[in-house]
C-alpha cells in the first residue's frame, strides 16, 4: 500500500507529466485560459489515461507479450487511445453539451496528446503490473489536472493584472509554466 501511494504521488507532483516531463503542453497551453474548461478538460484526460493505462497493460501484458509481438505496442497503444477518446467525446456530447463545445478542438487532441502515449510507454518501460500501471496512470492525469488548472487561475488573475505590453500572451503564460515547473521540483524531496 505504502509503495502505491509513493507511486501516486511521484506520477502526480515530482515527476508532473506537464511541469516534469514537458508532455502534454498543448492542451495544457491551449485550454487553460478558464477555469471551468480546464477543470473539464483535466477530467477528461483523467479518465482517459487512468483508463488507457490499464488497458493498454492488460494487452500488453496478456496479448503482446504472450504472442511475442512487442514492436507492436506503439501501434496498438494508439489505438487503444483512440477508441477511449472518441467514449469521452461522445459522452460529453450527450451530457454535457456546453463543456463539449467549449474544449472544442481540444477534446480531440487527448487522441494525440503525447502524455497519455508517454503514460502508457512508461508504465511498460517499468515493468507495471496491471494495478502498478493504473495508479501510475491515476496518479499521472491527477498531476495533469493541478498543473492546468492552476495554469487556468493564474491566467484569470493574470487578465487584471497590469502587464508589460511586451509580456502579454504567450510571454507571460510561458514565463508562469517555467515558474510553475520551479515550484513543482520542490517536490523533489517528498520522495525517499
Do not use: H, W
Not at 482517459?48 to 497493460?57: C, G, L, P
Request: net charge neutral; with cysteine.
Amino acid at each position: 500500500m505504502k509503495t502505491l501511494i509513493l507511486l501516486i504521488i511521484t506520477t502526480s507532483l515530482v515527476n508532473n507529466v506537464v511541469l516534469s516531463q514537458f508532455l502534454g503542453l498543448c492542451p495544457f497551453l491551449g485550454v487553460s485560459k478558464k477555469t471551468s474548461t480546464a477543470a473539464g478538460m483535466g477530467g477528461a484526460v483523467i479518465f482517459v489515461i487512468t483508463i488507457a493505462s490499464a488497458v493498454t497493460s492488460l494487452i500488453n501484458t496478456f496479448i503482446l507479450e504472450k504472442l511475442d509481438v512487442t514492436f507492436l505496442q506503439t501501434i496498438v497503444f494508439i489505438l487503444v487511445i483512440a477508441t477511449l477518446v472518441q467514449l469521452v467525446e461522445m459522452f460529453l456530447k450527450k451530457s454535457s453539451p456546453a463543456l463539449y463545445n467549449s474544449l472544442g478542438v481540444f477534446l480531440p487532441l487527448i487522441t494525440t496528446n503525447c502524455a497519455v502515449l508517454g503514460t502508457a510507454l512508461t508504465n511498460v518501460q517499468n515493468s507495471y503490473g496491471v494495478l502498478e500501471s493504473t495508479i501510475a496512470g491515476l496518479g499521472t492525469a491527477v498531476g495533469f489536472f493541478i498543473s492546468i488548472v492552476i495554469m487556468a487561475g493564474v491566467r484569470e488573475k493574470i487578465e487584471y493584472n497590469d502587464v508589460s505590453e511586451s509580456f502579454k500572451g504567450s510571454p507571460i503564460v510561458l514565463i508562469t509554466a517555467g515558474l510553475m515547473a520551479i515550484a513543482f521540483y520542490g517536490f523533489a524531496s517528498l520522495t525517499f
